[in-house]
């Protein structure tokens, strides 16, 4: 349980304008080419915190890429004998 009496871990992401000074750094990092995760390891952040604060200044996120299709019956089949033909 967190002691009550310890100061806050981050009091300038609390609100006000140590929120948008450290959002609009993000987002010029962001806009640069730098990931989230980079990000959030660079500033000690999460990256849900990095995210949230980058929506906040109103970046515009990248589109992460399509995960991969699942295998089908017949993939696995060709992958099976594949494996079979390569061990004679």
């Excluded at 609009?24 to 660079?42: D, K, N, P, Q």
């Excluded at 949230?52 to 993939?75: F, Q």
Aim: avoid cysteine; charge should be positive; hydrophobic fraction near 40%.
């Amino acid at each position: 349980m967190p002691d009550q009496d310890a100061p806050a871990r981050r009091p300038y992401l609390r609100t006000g304008k140590g929120r948008a000074a450290v959002a609009a750094r993000l987002r010029v990092e962001y806009e640069a080419g730098a990931s989230v995760l980079a990000l959030a390891g660079r500033h000690d952040l999460s990256r849900s915190t990095t995210q949230r604060l980058l929506h906040e200044a109103g970046a515009r996120m990248r589109v992460s890429r399509p995960a991969p299709r699942p295998a089908t019956p017949e993939d696995l089949d060709a992958l099976v004998d594949r494996w079979l033909t390569a061990r004679r």
